[in-house]
């Protein structure tokens, strides 16, 4: 498949999840000078740490073990090596998304966006800004919703990791300033941490963190992940996280 090679998968907590590559792989068996080795990976969504995952020998598809809710957010990919007349060539699928929902507990929805206030790149989207450089002014808006009929989530943390030396200029919740904490102790990242969240049923709240980008002295892509964590009626854990937001930074 041009462009991709998986789908992100959505099952509930205590199913499995199938991710299959797309097209036909018969192409390379029926080649016989042609040799190729795919190996399936995942990646954390919180620190992007990567692990081989234990599949059957060029499997053309992974099945997770059985799911629980802090699988949610999980991404897999699968890493493909083909050699012929003399020569290597490597792949990577597109990283697919694992989203796992509660049966019987909340159901959260994040919709972000990231803006930069300083000055607009053609190319920029509502989640990916390019040429972004120091001291650029940039904004990070979140609507949290609640979905559920029947369940609330209560006590529950937003977190969003920022590029270390960004300056947090404020915070909004819902259009007022908010207090909120800065977490310094990650080797790439600070997190910002907002507290006291509530979420009623079909109940939501919007979220800006406006900052501004430290010193600059390369080109780098930094990738930011926001999630929220805190507890249902049963004050059982409930964690969801949103879709990347990325900055192409220019040195």
């Excluded at 789908?7 to 299959?20: H, I, L, N, P, R």
């Excluded at 795919?38 to 081989?52: A, G, N, S, V, Y």
């Excluded at 919740?173 to 507290?195: A, F, H, P, R």
């Excluded at 002295?217 to 990325?246: M, W």
Aim: glycine letters at 10%; aromatic letters at 8%.
């Amino acid at each position: 498949m041009v462009g991709g090679g998986l789908e992100d998968q959505t099952v509930y907590a205590g199913e499995t999840a199938t991710f299959k590559l797309m097209g036909n792989i018969g192409e390379f068996e029926d080649q016989e000078d042609l040799a190729y080795s795919i190996r399936w990976f995942k990646e954390d969504p919180i620190d992007h740490e990567q692990e081989e995952i234990e599949v059957g020998k060029n499997s053309i598809s992974h099945t997770t073990p059985v799911t629980t809710l802090d699988d949610d957010g999980t991404e897999i990919f699968a890493h493909i090596e083909v050699k012929t007349g003399g020569k290597k060539y490597e792949y990577d699928t597109n990283k697919a998304k694992l989203n796992v929902l509660s049966k019987d507990g909340p159901e959260i929805s994040i919709d972000d966006t990231l803006t930069n206030k300083t000055v607009s790149d053609k190319n920029d989207s509502a989640t990916m800004l390019f040429d972004v450089i120091g001291n650029d002014n940039l904004v990070y808006d979140t609507k949290i919703t609640n979905n559920s009929s029947g369940s609330r989530l209560k006590n529950a943390t937003y977190y969003l990791p920022i590029r270390k030396g960004t300056k947090v200029n404020n915070v909004l919740v819902d259009g007022t300033d908010s207090d909120y904490q800065i977490n310094t102790d990650g080797k790439s990242d600070d997190i910002v941490e907002i507290s006291g969240l509530n979420f009623g049923i079909n109940q939501s709240h919007t979220i800006e963190i406006d900052i501004k980008i430290g010193d600059v002295n390369k080109r780098e892509t930094y990738r930011s992940t926001g999630y929220i964590h805190g507890v249902d009626d049963n004050d059982t854990a409930y964690q969801k996280f949103s879709e990347a937001r990325t900055i192409g930074i220019f040195g």
